[in-house]
């Protein structure tokens, strides 16, 4: 799914080629009108009369699959994303209730409202918020199912996480003078053509709805679950967002980074070629192979046999370390006849070389997906790798705790929205962290008052 690179090294490897099988696509979003996109996907769903029709993520439908890719294949990439995932989830989500104190200050306490206290356990919902986080951080957006509790006073009994690879929405429309998506359609068979019986079509109801409108649709439409999609907001991106770190596939650093292990592999394979020079005396192969006693077929076949063993030896780099035995003849002066000489060519690509490019890279794609490159054992191009002291991390892991919050009202729009349709006053919620201190202010190092 990805951009595929071959390493070519020419004769004598005094030439080197890089050769792209397939380009970086240019538009991979959707459209930013609320009008049809130019193209959509028309699937029947059962229990739908009419085909729905489904606005693409991306030109080929695939954009979670390239993204995917990225985060499998490009070590900076997965592990960059990940502890934004981490920060962004902290110690958990920590449901509380506010109050006034003696001195008729605001306090926070635990919830003891035992309904949510059950919702929470029925719905895991730690293991719930890591789900959307995952798919919040990677693709920008998360899509959750709501499953209602039918009654006289309808609430949400159930919340699901839905794979967002996995999730397309229909083209927007006219729904009560409120243009949105009508349906989610979820099916694992995406990007490729998706058949009635493995897809299901979901009511959608749009995050900028309040609840009273919410209620009122699903009441006059008997819908007893819908999937409510929240994503980042990208100016221009109406249906599907462009997470922040697809800034790095685009400028080539993600290219860049994925090129220089080839290229190393690529030199370290042709190593051979790249440093030794080989002498060899003209008379050795006479005297080993004599005349009469070897034919010109069996001498041809016998030194071809020396030389390509030489030859794997010398590139082969499990044989570093081993040593290389020769023979050779003395003189009647004492002079050495029939040594082979073995010569260590300059290598112009020095060791280390390109570690500075790829060091380059690597801070490039964490400064697009918002990580500080300390905080993953990263140091600046041109500069010691790693930090060089605990207070570089410290205060780059408070800073990123301080930077979450403009993240986590996403993920926890979800929440506020059931305590808001349960009727669940006084509730809040926020992710609880971990404070890193000095050392003098607390023998820990930690302090975990934080919310």
Known sequence: ?????????????????????????????????????????????EGIKEPIKLVPWGDNNDFPNK??????????VGSGIRKLGKIHFGRGVFAYEKKLDENNKEDVIPS?????????KKNRINNFAKKIITDYERLGIYFCEFILDVGSNSKIKKVRHLQAMHCR????????????????????????????????????ISPDMDIDDVKEYLEANNIEKFVRP???????????????????????????SMLIPLV?????????????LVKIPLDYFKKKYPEGKFTAEEKKIKIDQDLTGLDEFLKDFENTGKSLTTYYDLDHRGNQVGAWEIEVIDNKIKEGAL???????????????????TLIGAGMPGKELGSKSGSDKRE????????????????????????????????????????ITTLDKNPTGIQKDNI
């Open 67 to 76: 993204a995917n890719d990225f985060v499998k294949n490009i070590t900076v």
């Open 169 to 204: 929405v229909s083209v927007w429309e006219d729904i009560d003078n409120f243009y949105r998506s009508r349906y989610v359609v979820y099916s694992p068979e995406f990007p490729d053509e998706v058949e009635a019986e493995n897809s299901a079509a979901i009511h959608c």
């Open 355 to 373: 570690n500075l490019d790829s060091a380059a890279a690597n801070s490039e794609i964490l400064f697009a997906i918002g990580i500080d490159p």
């Open 396 to 435: 780059a892991f408070n800073i990123a705790i301080s930077d979450a919050m403009y993240d986590r009202i996403d993920t926890l729009d979800t929440l506020n929205f059931i305590a808001e349709f349960n009727e669940w006053e006084n509730t809040h919620f926020a992710y609880k962290d971990n404070i």
């Open 112 to 120: 003891q409202n035992p309904e949510l206290i059950e919702f929470f």
């Open 264 to 276: 190393k592999k690529a030199i370290i394979q042709n190593s051979m070629t790249l440093k030794y």
């Open 230 to 256: 929240v994503m980042i907001y990208t100016p221009g991106n109406d249906y599907y967002p462009l997470p922040s770190w697809w800034s790095a596939v685009e400028s080539k650093w993600v290219d860049i």
């Open 1 to 45: 799914m990805i951009t595929e690179h071959k390493i070519h090294i020419g004769e004598g490897a005094n030439w080197m080629a890089v050769i792209s099988a397939t380009k970086s696509p240019e538009k991979l979003h959707g459209t930013s009108t609320p009008n049809e996109p130019d193209t959509l996907n028309e699937v029947e769903v």
